[in-house]
């Protein structure tokens, strides 16, 4: 028996996990999603992730009918449904069935699907010996067009310079705002580290303030680093003694040159080696069990 999906409140098999062609999420991009892991029964972050689900929600006038309360319940439930100790969870909110046209009033029911699998973003080779990335020409939306902080379904903008670093011969791209400084890659959020400070992009530039990216800060700030929040150039990433990403699925994975130019010495760092070791552990303490 495979993997079932929930979808507003039943479940269905993979095959049979269907959503309405005149659903907004597929004809608009018109949602919200929230991606979350768990680690041996534990779902990590899960209340934080469903805060920002809400929030995110809010943002675009998405009633959802479930509390927060009971969409915990209802991921906690399909993990076990599904008899899955460690899994990615896909959490997406649709504005639901409406007609052809934009109009969100014709929507009259939010959608709420819950997928729960497996992932490997990256293989394990590059979490030993780190990743190579390219900058790419596509901006990262301005945050006066469509926030960052609202995950929404539409991922048009981050898909395409993904597209552009793969032409390139890449697994992933780094993406600038429309005035040139460092935004985010395209799923995750990127730091540096440089003379023991550890620099990531402020949020106002137009970046998801990830919440993979806040537990890392609250790590180091507990082991006494420097932790800033400043705007950073394509020359601070080349010159940086170290570089990682963070992201749900990717977790942290060292980045070790971009642009051809090598970081620090082209091996993942002891800081950012350190790091993903805290990381590890707060995955098996941080969350809710089931």
């Known amino acids: ?62 009633n959802i009918s479930l509390s927060k309360k009971d969409m915990i319940k209802a991921v906690v439930e399909t993990l076990r449904f599904n008899k899955l100790d460690n899994a990615y969870i896909r959490l997406v909110v649709t504005r639901g069935i409406g007609d052809l046209g934009l109009d969100p009033r014709k929507c009259k029911f939010a959608s709420i699907i819950i997928i729960t699998d497996n992932i490997k973003l990256y293989p394990e080779k590059l979490y030993k010996e780190g990743l190579s990335i390219i900058t790419v020409p596509t901006p990262r939306n301005i945050p006066e067009a ?31 705002t429309a005035h040139g400084c460092v935004a985010e890659c395209t799923g995750d959020n990127i730091f540096i580290v440089k003379n023991n400070n550890l620099i990531t992009p402020p949020a106002y530039l137009g970046i998801l303030k990830g919440i993979t990216r806040a537990c890392v800060m609250d790590i180091a700030k507990k082991k006494d680093m420097a932790v800033k929040e400043e705007v950073i150039t394509r020359h601070n990433i080349f010159t940086a003694d170290e570089c990682f990403l963070t992201g749900t699925a990717a977790e942290i994975i060292p980045v070790v040159c971009v642009d051809k130019r090598i970081i620090g010495d082209g091996k993942p760092g002891k800081i950012t080696l350190n790091l993903m070791k805290e990381f590890r552990k707060a995955t098996k303490t941080d969350g809710i069990k089931y």
């Not at 597209?163 to 993406?175: D, F, K, P, R, V």
């Open 1 to 62: 028996m495979g993997l079932k999906v929930y979808i507003n409140g039943g479940y269905f098999e993979k095959d049979e996990a269907k959503i309405s062609v005149f659903d907004h999420g597929l004809l608009y991009g018109d949602g919200v999603f929230e991606g979350i892991r768990s680690y041996d029964r534990l779902v990590f972050k899960l209340e934080e992730h469903v805060d920002r689900l809400y929030e995110s929600s809010q943002g675009i006038m998405l």
């Open 146 to 176: 469509l926030n960052p902080q609202i995950k929404s379904l539409n991922y048009l903008n981050n898909i395409l310079a993904k597209i552009e670093a793969i032409n390139s011969g890449y697994e992933e791209a780094l993406m600038f």
